[in-house]
T-cell receptor, first 115, second 113 residues
């Protein structure tokens, strides 16, 4: 079964600084990978996803992620943090080994942006 | 607007009193799923449905029931809620399961006292 590890339950960056949120996965088959964002008191919103093809994936709000098969990683980056980026971020992998194909989530990383 | 609608948003109830959280989607999605979110544990799947009248257990199904009588609706039923079911619940739907990603509802915060 797939699993996801997000390094760091809380990341704090200054406004304008680089955002790097780490995600590693384990999978016995080629994975489908996702990043979701959750703003306070809201549901999860899809930021970006990797299915096949180009390994650098661009998403909404200036975020991007790179699929690195050799490192089993799918880290999320943004060149310049904005105050509005403060939220919780979840990395997820689709479990293609069963008919269910649920999303298996990491435990989340809370991003704080300091003015 | 394409969306997943959950009701209620907030609910406080007492131990043992049956409750239902409704979920409806307007995107004609076949896949629907319920997750619960707990601090430090991320989101865990409770039940899922791949089509009408087809439901199955996820990772944490104990204490929950679901039904899928219509494509658009997927209610979550707690027959006898207990305090350990206090959590934030999300309903989600997808056109083709996990590989397409899911669209999530806004969540239901349930407190069982």
């Amino acid at each position: 079964a797939q699993s996801v590890t997000q390094l760091g339950s809380h990341v704090s960056v200054s406004e304008g600084a680089l955002v790097l949120l780490r995600c590693n996965y384990s999978s016995s088959v080629p994975p489908y990978l996702f990043w979701y964002v959750q703003y306070p008191n809201q549901g999860l919103q899809l930021l970006l996803k990797y299915t096949t093809g180009a390994t650098l994936v661009k998403g909404i709000n200036g975020f991007e992620a790179e699929f690195k098969k050799s490192e089993t990683s799918f880290h999320l980056t943004k060149p310049s943090a904005h105050m509005s980026d403060a939220a919780e971020y979840f990395c997820a992998v689709s479990d293609l080994s069963s008919g269910n194909t649920p999303l298996v989530f990491g435990k989340g990383t809370r991003l704080s942006v300091i003015a | 607007e394409a969306q997943v609608t959950q009701n209620p948003r907030y609910l406080i109830t007492v131990t043992g009193k049956k409750l239902t959280v409704t979920c409806s989607q307007n995107m004609n999605h076949e896949y629907m799923s319920w997750y619960r979110q707990d601090p430090g544990l991320g989101l865990r799947q409770i039940y899922y449905s791949m089509n009408v009248e087809v439901t199955d257990k996820g990772d944490v199904p104990e204490g929950y029931k679901v039904s899928r009588k219509e494509k658009r609706n997927f209610p979550l039923i707690l027959e006898s809620p207990s305090p350990n079911q206090t959590s934030l619940y999300f309903c989600a739907s997808s056109l083709s399961g996990g590989r397409a990603g899911y669209t999530f509802g806004s969540g239901t915060r349930l407190t069982v006292v």
